[in-house]
């Protein structure tokens, strides 16, 4: 992860739906949706279209027409996938900039008009940075930005939790940088 980091300007890029884990979760799902697919035309055409298996040996009705469903419904969910790694769905920044005096949470969305999100608050709004851990079952580690006269602002990334030394060293860095209380901790 590069951080840029200078006198005036702090900004630490946020990874979306571009993860090795999105990655090979959707080639995984091509090539099982592909299997199906081609084992549910291969009993309807009486033709083996799978070199490993025999599915000719299917009956069309229920087999192979359950087996073509599942690997159209597998296909349009990697579609849907590919797009949203295509989009970099999630994926943005946070920037912090003394200059201008502006704290900017980007993100990219979806499809659309709206399809990027850019919150701008002057650094004079900024109150505190919050770090909210909580372990156990469903583990929670994030940061917030809490901003006069709004509810608090996550600026972490969605996913894996953050590991707990690079929570607290980016709140430390982002208070530091912005002067203001680090709360949680």
């Known amino acids: 992860m590069v951080v840029v980091s200078s006198d005036a300007i702090l900004r630490y890029p946020v990874v979306g739906a571009r993860r090795f884990s999105n990655f090979a979760f959707a080639v995984i799902v091509a090539i099982g949706a592909i299997g199906f ?5 291969s009993s309807f055409l009486g033709v083996n279209l799978l070199p490993i298996s025999q599915p000719i040996a299917l009956e069309f009705l229920p087999q192979g027409l359950a087996l073509s469903f599942y690997g159209v419904a597998g296909t349009l969910l990697d579609v849907y996938l590919w797009l949203v790694i295509a989009l970099d769905y999630g994926g943005g920044y946070n920037e912090f900039n003394r200059t201008t005096g502006i704290a900017t949470v980007f993100r990219r969305g979806w499809l659309g008009k709206n399809r990027s999100l850019q919150f701008e608050y002057p650094l004079a709004d900024i109150q505190a940075v919050r770090v909210d851990i909580r372990n156990g079952f469903n583990p929670k580690r994030a940061l917030y930005l809490r901003i006069k006269g709004k509810a608090d602002l996550p600026i972490t990334e969605v996913g894996q939790p953050m590991a707990l030394s690079l929570l607290e060293d980016r709140a ?11 709360e949680g901790l």
């Open 37 to 41: 697919l081609l084992a549910g035309i």
């Open 172 to 182: 430390a860095e982002i208070a530091r940088f912005l002067a203001v209380p680090l």
